[in-house]
Each structure stands twice: as structure tokens, then as C-alpha cells.
């Protein structure tokens, strides 16, 4: 069996293959530390979005791909250039 950090890696680029990001997720810091042999995943917050996007894929819905960086920047600077913010 792999240890609790490599099964973190390895849901963190599951999850990223379908275009989901958990913030949060990480090895739970208490029970990481104990004499237990293998440490709970703690899988953290996240937004409403990402929660939404979450559950489609366990339904195996499709999803669309989230927006890249430069995706994101480009819509930043639209919205900079117009001096307001969208409805």
C-alpha cells in the first residue's frame, strides 16, 4: 500500500485532470503525526464552483474545462479596461 502522501499526489492529479482544484488538500496534519500507520487525507474547502463541478464528475457528467491562467488574466483585464465590474 502507498504511503497517505503519495495517495494525496496522486487524487491531486486526478483531480486535476478534470479540471478540479481542492485548496485545502493535504495530509491531516494530527492524525499524520500519530502512531496510526496511515494518516487520514483531510480534503479541506472549497468553493461553490468547485463543489458543483465536484459532484457532476462523480455523476460522470460532462463538465467543461476550467478556465486557464491566461484565460483568467484575460478576463481580469477586460474587466480593467471597462472600469466596471460585470452583472
Same mark, same amino acid.
Given at each position: ?23 485545502? $488538500?493535504?495530509?491531516? +496534519? !494530527?492524525?499524520? %503525526? ?5 494518516? @487520514? ?5 472549497? *468553493? ?9 464528475? $462523480?455523476?460522470?457528467? +460532462? !463538465?467543461?474545462? %476550467? ?5 483568467? @488574466? ?5 474587466? *480593467? ?7
Amino acid at each position: 500500500m502507498r504511503s497517505t502522501e503519495e495517495v494525496v499526489v496522486s487524487l491531486r492529479l486526478a483531480l486535476g485532470g478534470v479540471g478540479i482544484v481542492l485548496p485545502s $488538500l493535504c495530509v491531516d +496534519p !494530527v492524525t499524520g %503525526a500519530s502512531d496510526e500507520p496511515f494518516a @487520514l487525507v483531510q480534503l479541506g474547502r472549497c *468553493n461553490v464552483r468547485t463543489a458543483e463541478r465536484l459532484a457532476a464528475v $462523480l455523476r460522470g457528467e +460532462p !463538465v467543461e474545462p %476550467a478556465p486557464t491562467k491566461e484565460e483568467l @488574466l484575460a478576463r481580469v483585464r477586460k474587466i *480593467n479596461r471597462q472600469g466596471r465590474l460585470p452583472r
